[in-house]
């Protein structure tokens, strides 16, 4: 069956700091990979999506980056982390467009101060 | 492009009371319609689904939700709460058959459960 993983669950980091969150996918190939975020209030918002490897496409220009060095990875990160960052973050897979629903991650909550 | 309303970002029930979410949708062709659930501090989890086929589709922990194409709706319900069916509940669309790989998300629900 597939699982996916996301790590850390929870990262306080300070303003100016670098940021580095990963998500892996076992059990399938060539998912469908996205990066949400959640804000208090705010709903889920799409960060990036990818269909294959390098292959990243952002929804929201910010100080985020994303990267996919392999097929079943999907790693997040920032160069300078800003207070507006703080949010959980949600990593999700699915098969094709998305058509039967994504899988979610658990989610890692982070806290910029 | 499709969008999704979810009416009421709070919903209070007692314990053993009927859960009614209301979700309403405009595409413009039918979608596939979701609904997942989400505890404090977790990823989401999916409940239930509608593609295609029967209209009624039932999901884990006792939920169900009806297409209906004439009123674009696909609200979810339950017969009777439960304390641990509080959490927040979104709604989500997808339009099928086309190069669109996101979902649509409603804003969500909380619902909070009285004993």
């Known amino acids: 069956s597939q699982t996916i993983h996301q790590w850390p669950a929870t990262l306080v980091q300070p303003v100016g700091s670098p940021l580095s969150l990963e998500c892996t996918v076992e059990g399938t190939s060539n998912p469908n990979l996205y990066w949400y975020r959640q804000a208090a209030g705010r709903g889920l918002q799409l960060l990036f999506y990818?269909?294959?490897?390098?292959?990243i496409s952002s929804e929201v220009p910010q100080n985020l980056s994303a990267s996919r060095p392999q097929d079943r990875q999907f790693i997040l990160s920032s160069k300078k982390l800003l207070l507006s960052d703080s949010g959980f973050y949600l990593c999700?897979?699915?098969?094709?467009?998305?058509?039967?629903?994504?899988?979610f991650g658990s989610g890692t909550r982070l806290t910029v101060v | 492009a499709q969008s999704v309303t979810q009416l009421g970002s709070h919903v209070s029930v007692s314990e053993g009371a009927l859960v009614l979410l209301r979700c309403n949708y405009s595409s413009s062709v039918p979608p596939y319609l979701f609904w997942y659930v989400q505890y404090p501090n977790q990823g989401l989890q999916l409940l239930l689904k509608?593609?295609?086929?029967?209209?009624l589709v039932k999901g884990i922990n006792g939920f169900e939700a009806e297409f209906k194409k004439s009123e674009t709706s696909f609200h979810l319900t339950k017969p009777s709460a439960h304390m641990s069916d509080a959490a927040e509940y979104f709604c989500?669309?997808?339009?099928?058959?086309?190069?669109?790989?996101?979902?649509?998300f409603g804003a969500g629900t909380t619902v909070t459960v009285r004993a």
């Open positions: 990818s269909v294959g490897i390098g292959q």
């Open positions: 989500v669309v997808i339009r099928p058959r086309s190069n669109d790989y996101k979902l649509s």
């Open positions: 509608y593609t295609t086929g029967a209209t």
């Open positions: 999700a897979w699915s098969p094709l467009q998305g058509l039967f629903g994504y899988t």
